[in-house]
Every structure is written in C-alpha cells, then in structure tokens.
C-alpha cells in the first residue's frame, strides 16, 4: 500500500541553522507529494507541493525536490527562524482527483534564538 | 475568502455518548475530508464526501459517519464513544479541479476529550 516515512523528531536547531527534514514515499503509479506545517493549536497548513519527478516545490525559504529514484522528498531550508517552530507533515496523494492523503507521523521541530 | 469553519473547536463528552461536528468549506470547494489526529496513530483518513456523496472511506469502524449537505457543509458523528476517540478532527475541503493535485484546506480542528 502507499505509505509516507519521516525522520522522526523532535528536531532542535538554534536560529539561523539548516534544516532537514527526511520524507521518503512508497507508493504505485506516480503520486502528488506535500508538505504540510502545523503550527500550535492550528490545522494543517499547506506548505508547498509537487506533483512530478523532479519537480521543485518552494514556499517561505523551504524547498523540496520530487525524487522519483530514491522516492524521497526531503524537506530543506537554509537558515530557520524561531516562528519556523512547529510540527511537519510529509503527505502524498496517489494521483490527482478524489484520492485521500496519506501523512507520516509528523516531526517536530523547535527552534531556539 | 473565509477559510474552512470547524465547530465546536472544544468539547467534552463521557463513554458511550454521541457527538455531532460540522464543517463548512470554502466557499465553492465541494469536496470536504474528515481526518482524525492523535498522538500515537498520527493523521489517519476517515472519509470523503464530494456532492453528497461519500466517495471514499477509510479504515474506522460504524461507529463514525458522515454526511455531506446541498450546500457542501458537512458534518461527522460518532456514537458510543469511547476513551480511544479522543482526538483532534480536522475537516478539510478541496477544490475539484482536473489538472494537477488537488490541495487540501484544512480547519483547526475540533477537540474531543472522551472521559
């Protein structure tokens, strides 16, 4: 079946550090990957996409490559900030149209100044 | 744009009660999901409704129902509750489109604590 695996946290990074977040996928066919960010007491935010091999999502400083070879898509950004504080969600999607999300358990990350 | 509504954010409900939550999407989005959320088991799918219809459903038990209305508002229930139930429910809504992934919007979610 389609499962979504995550480096588990928590992850704790002082302010200005890179950040990487490991997410590789199985799954048929050729699925739509997510990243989605929730922040304390809030849903799920959507934080970027993409929908096909080597496909870049970006959004806020944060990218994510769709690696279709080593069925990953690592979540990276160069220098975090303390408001980056918050759980991460790799998802996918098994193909555009009426198909569920399928998540990892999520990693937490804390930043500190 | 307003965003995905979920009420009541909070509630408190005792073994074997019932619990009603509702859901209203974004204006024009006429799919809407239900997910549940919890420290052990993570985000799993609950179901699907698109045009009131349910479209997909994932692995819970009779117990949780749902429906979709005309107007897309949706809401779940749940019966005979139990300790286990306990858990963050977030609805999300989406709009249909046939090029690329559809993204999903989610609420903040309704809190229910199973005492």
């Given at each position: 079946g389609n499962s979504v695996t995550q480096m588990e946290g928590p992850v704790t990074l002082s302010e200005e550090a890179f950040l990487t977040i490991n997410c590789t996928y199985t799954a048929t066919g050729y699925p739509s990957l997510f990243w989605y960010v929730q922040y304390p007491g809030e849903g799920l935010q959507l934080l970027l996409k993409a929908t096909k091999a080597d496909d870049k999502g970006s959004n806020k400083g944060f990218e994510a490559t769709y690696r279709k070879e080593t069925t990953s898509f690592h979540l990276e950004k160069g220098s975090v900030q303390v408001s980056d504080s918050a759980v991460y969600f790799c998802a996918l999607s098994?193909?555009?149209?009426n198909t569920p999300l399928v998540f990892g358990k999520g990693t937490r990350l804390s930043v500190i100044a | 744009k307003a965003g995905v509504t979920q009420t009541p954010r909070y509630l408190i409900k005792t073994r074997g009660q019932q619990v009603t939550l509702s859901c209203s999407p974004i204006s024009g989005h006429r799919s809407v999901s239900w997910y549940q959320q919890t420290p052990g088991q993570g985000l799993q799918f609950l179901f699907e409704y698109f045009s009131e219809t349910q479209r997909n459903k994932g692995?819970?038990?009779?117990?949780f129902s749902g429906r979709q209305f005309s107007n897309s508002r949706s809401e779940m229930n749940v019966s005979t509750l139990e300790l286990g139930d306990s858990a963050l429910y977030l609805c999300a809504s989406s709009l249909e489109t046939r090029a690329g992934a559809n993204v999903l919007t989610f609420g903040a979610g309704s809190r229910l604590t199973v005492l």
């Open positions: 098994r193909s555009p149209g | 692995n819970f038990p009779g117990r």
